[in-house]
């Protein structure tokens, strides 16, 4: 326990986090950036952006919950200073993304109704399968929901907003770099300390590996929701017309996908095999067994 202890310390994560890659920006950008001009001023585009961005802080609410209910109910001190600081990142990825939100012109009084009417029906089913654990005080399963899937899926979401982002929009790009370095600590911290609980408590895995399954398929079904819904094509067409072409910019990569020019289908595809992928070797790590979801 003594790594474990030094690793995820409240020191560490001062040094690391505030005063390591976020010293210096203002709501996880340089102080100074901005969306760009056409995203703000174009409806279909800013509406497109509202609409995505909505989905983060839906996920990052429910992180935020999941995060601050384990406090209580973790068995060792170590992890309840560590999932303080959870609370806390989670927390700034909530303001963060409600302030793109406000950035983007949505008022401030209307926060919450953009919210409830936007975020994906699955994805709040996602939430409410993770939040029924932490309700219920379980730790093991709450930790595994939250940091090994709900977090493997963010982080790679993120990762793949953040290149198809990074040249066209460093505001937003920015924002995600400072989410995505937390998120890998929450990973991490996943794996760490949940092993160990595994091996205690064999008896635990069928419904934890069950709620897996349960949540994997809602994540599918907000990925699919999103991908198969045409907006993609009609978005690319969109800019198509309004943006002359500036050649010379290289074409963002996801794990060796072009993401400017390959079909929904295949974004899709990517993004649902790497997430699933990365929990199965998460999950085979701390000795549970992925169970395929359904195909939505
Ligand atoms: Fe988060
Ligand atoms: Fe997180």
């Known amino acids: 326990m003594a790594d474990f202890l030094e690793g995820y310390s409240i020191q560490r994560w001062l040094e690391s986090c505030p005063q390591g890659y976020l010293a210096d920006t203002e709501f996880g950008h340089p102080p100074g950036e901005r969306e760009p001009e056409l995203l703000v001023k174009d409806p279909m585009l800013r509406e497109q952006a509202i609409s995505l961005t909505v989905q983060l802080v839906a996920g990052e609410r429910c992180a935020l919950a ?4 384990l406090i209580n109910c973790a068995p060792d001190e170590a992890s309840k200073r560590f999932l303080a600081t959870q609370t806390l990142d989670e927390a700034r990825h909530v303001e963060i993304f409600s302030q793109r939100l406000f950035d983007l012109g949505v008022k401030k009084a209307e926060l919450d109704d953009v919210v409830a009417q936007l975020a994906n029906p699955n994805l709040v089913r996602f939430a409410e399968i993770l939040l029924e654990k932490v309700d ?21 979401v993120f990762e793949m907003l953040h290149e198809s982002m990074k040249v066209g929009n460093p505001k937003f790009a920015h924002t995600l770099a400072g989410t995505i370095a937390d ?19 064999p008896e635990r895995k069928a419904d934890v590996q069950q709620m897996q399954k349960e949540m994997s398929y809602h994540m599918l079904a907000t990925f699919a ?7 993609i094509d009609a978005q690319r067409e969109h800019l198509r017309e309004v943006v002359p072409d500036t050649p010379g910019v290289p074409a963002p990569e996801y ?15 990517v993004l649902a095999n790497t997430v699933l992928g990365e929990f199965k070797t998460r999950l085979g790590r701390i000795g549970l067994e992925y169970q395929t979801p359904e195909q939505p």
């Open 255 to 269: 794990h060796g996908v072009n993401l400017a020019e390959a079909s929904s289908e295949d974004l899709e595809n």
């Open 136 to 156: 219920k005080r379980d730790f093991v399963a709450g930790v595994v929901g939250q940091n090994i899937v709900l977090e493997g899926m963010a982080f790679s």
């Open 66 to 69: 999941a995060s601050s209910g």
């Open 183 to 201: 998120e890998r600590r929450h990973v991490g911290f996943g794996e760490n300390r949940i092993g160990s609980l595994i091996i205690e408590h």
């Open 225 to 231: 929701d999103r991908f198969r819904s045409g907006v």
